[in-house]
C-alpha cells in the first residue's frame, strides 16, 4: 500500500490532513519530533531520523515551518530523500511571498527554490491567510478596550477546504507550481475584526492602523491576495458560525 509522509503533522493544517488521509484509509507517517502513538519521530532542524521517515514512501506533503530557517529544513528533508528516491513532492507555501520583503516570506520563496532545484517530481501550492489566523490576531487583543485592525486587506481562507485542495494534488501527477488558492471574499481587517466583534456579542470599537516601512506597503497594494487564483467556499463569517466555542 502506498504511504504518505506528512511534516509538520502536528500543526493547523498538519492535524487536519492527517486526520483525513487515516479516515479514507491511507498509510501516513506523521513527522514530529516527539515520540507517541500515531507519529513518526524525526528533527527537520538537525536531521535526525528523516532518512528513515522518507525510506519507501510515495508522497510527501511538506507543511513543516520554522521561525529562523525553513529553507533549511527542506534541504535537510530533499538531502535524505537523495537521487534515487522520486516520491512526489507536496509543498504549502503562501501567497504573495515574490511581493512582499517581510523576512518569513524570504523564507518561504527560499523553501520553494530549493524544490524546484532538487529536481524531483513536485506540486507548489500557495494559499493566502487562514480564517483561524485572523481568529488568531483578534484573540490575542481579547483584554484591550479596542480592536486593533491593520489598514490592509486580506483573503482569508478556510483550513478545512485547503486540506480538500491538498488532498487533490497528492492524489494528482507532479504539476509544478499550481494556481494559488484563497478565499472567497476579499476583506478589509476592519471588516473581518467587527465580524468578530459581533459574533462575539462585543461592543469593542475597531481601531484601524496604518503602519508605515516596504512590509505594510506590501500588503496594502494587494500582495497577499490571488484575485486571478482559485478560490474556496467558506466565508470567514460561516468560519466563525461554525466555531464550537470563541475565546472569552
Known amino acids: 500500500m502506498a504511504e504518505i509522509l506528512v511534516t509538520g503533522a502536528t500543526g493547523t493544517v498538519g492535524r487536519r490532513l492527517v486526520e483525513r488521509l487515516r479516515a479514507r484509509g491511507d498509510t501516513v507517517r506523521a513527522l514530529s519530533r516527539r515520540s507517541g502513538p500515531g507519529v513518526v519521530t524525526g528533527d527537520l532542524a538537525t536531521g535526525d531520523g528523516i532518512e528513515q521517515a522518507v525510506d519507501g514512501v510515495d508522497t510527501i506533503v511538506h507543511l513543516a515551518t520554522t521561525n529562523h530557517d525553513d529553507s533549511g529544513i527542506a ?5 535524505a530523500i537523495g537521487p534515487d528516491r522520486r516520491p512526489h513532492l507536496v509543498l504549502l507555501s503562501i501567497a504573495g511571498i515574490d511581493r512582499n520583503p517581510l523576512p518569513y516570506y524570504r523564507g518561504k520563496l527560499a523553501t520553494e527554490a530549493v524544490v524546484t532545484g532538487a529536481g524531483m517530481p513536485h506540486t507548489i501550492l ?19 478596550p479596542v480592536l486593533v485592525a491593520p489598514s490592509i486587506s486580506l483573503q482569508p481562507i478556510d483550513v478545512g477546504e485547503l486540506v480538500d485542495r491538498l488532498v487533490e494534488l497528492l492524489d494528482s501527477a507532479p504539476a509544478g507550481r499550481v494556481p494559488d488558492l484563497g478565499g472567497p471574499e476579499v476583506r ?12 462575539r456579542g462585543s461592543h469593542r470599537p475597531v481601531m484601524p492602523l496604518r503602519l508605515p516601512g516596504a512590509t505594510f506597503r ?31
Open 126 to 144: 500557495r494559499a493566502t491567510q487562514f480564517h483561524t489566523f485572523v481568529t488568531s490576531l483578534l484573540d490575542a487583543q481579547r483584554y484591550s
Open 188 to 199: 478589509t481587517v476592519r471588516s473581518l475584526a467587527e465580524a468578530y466583534r459581533t459574533a
Open 218 to 248: 506590501a500588503f496594502r497594494s494587494g500582495s497577499a491576495l490571488v484575485p486571478d487564483g482559485q478560490t474556496a467556499n467558506v466565508t470567514f463569517e460561516q468560519f466563525l458560525a461554525a466555531r464550537d466555542s470563541l475565546v472569552p
Open 75 to 79: 534541504r535537510t528533508l530533499v538531502e
